[in-house]
């Protein structure tokens, strides 16, 4: 089974505060995926990438960067947190060949700043 | 650019009755289609999907069908449980890449 494991459920920090999510995958995906969930809005993508060291930008980028030094962990970073980045994140891998490109989904970070 | 409808919710139904979540697209080319859904405190899962037009996904007793000359792809299922309650996504991705766009979602709750 795919597995795709955040490492933390649920997150308090502070505003300012510099904010790490971290997500591995055990699939040797080529590809990893964080989006935000919102009510109302589903899922929006962050950021991407396809290969190690490789990254682009997805929907909403701004107050976040990432970093991919290893295929198998995504870092999502918060660089000075603020109060509308309170929200869900998910993590997702895939294969980038196109027949078997499901995406697998972390649990999930619920992360509230204050 | 992308984009994906999905009805709003929540969907209130008692056990054993008929489901269907209404979705439509737009997308250029030929997207391939999906339903995911996430039951509480979990991520999502793949329920179905299908990647050409008339293709009928099915899973778990749920059925989609892919119509390209109305641009939809609905859910169905013809008795629902207790346990179907979660939240529901559509999503597509594009004919050459891999990302995907995702409707809103839809929460359906079922009552014993």
């Known amino acids: 089974d795919v597995k795709v494991t955040q490492s933390s459920r649920y997150l308090v920090k502070r505003t300012g505060e510099k904010v790490f999510l971290e ?13 935000r969930q919102d009510p109302g809005l589903g899922l929006r993508l962050i950021y991407f990438s396809y290969d190690v060291k490789m990254k682009e930008k997805g929907d909403i980028p701004e107050g976040y960067s990432v970093s991919r030094e290893k295929k198998e962990r995504f870092s999502l970073i918060l660089e000075s ?28 970070t619920r992360l509230s700043v204050l | 650019g992308d984009s994906v409808t999905q009805m709003e919710g929540p969907v209130t139904l ?19 289609l ?35 000359e109305t641009t939809s792809f609905h859910l169905e299922k013809g008795s629902v449980q ?31």
Not at chain 1, 81 to 96: D, E, K, R
Not at chain 2, 14 to 32: F, H, K, M, Q, R
Not at chain 2, 35 to 61: F, R
Not at chain 2, 84 to 104: H, I, M, P, R
């Open chain 2, 82 to 112: 207790v346990s179907d309650s979660a939240v529901y996504f559509c999503a597509l991705t594009g004919e050459y890449g891999n990302k995907l766009v995702f409707g809103a979602g839809t929460i359906l709750r079922v009552k014993s």
């Open chain 2, 34 to 68: 999906f339903w995911y859904v996430q039951y509480p405190g979990e991520g999502l899962q793949l329920l179905l999907k299908a990647t050409k037009a008339d293709d009928k996904g099915s899973n778990k007793g749920f059925e989609a069908t892919y119509r390209k």
């Open chain 1, 23 to 35: 997500c591995v995958q055990d699939m040797d995906h080529e590809n990893m995926f964080w989006y």
């Open chain 2, 14 to 32: 008692s056990e054993e009755a008929c489901l269907t979540i209404n979705c439509t697209y737009t997308a250029t080319g030929y997207p391939s």
């Open chain 1, 81 to 108: 947190a603020s109060t509308n980045q309170t929200s869900m994140y998910l993590c997702a891998s895939s294969f980038s060949e196109l027949a078997k490109n499901i995406q697998y989904f972390g649990a999930g």
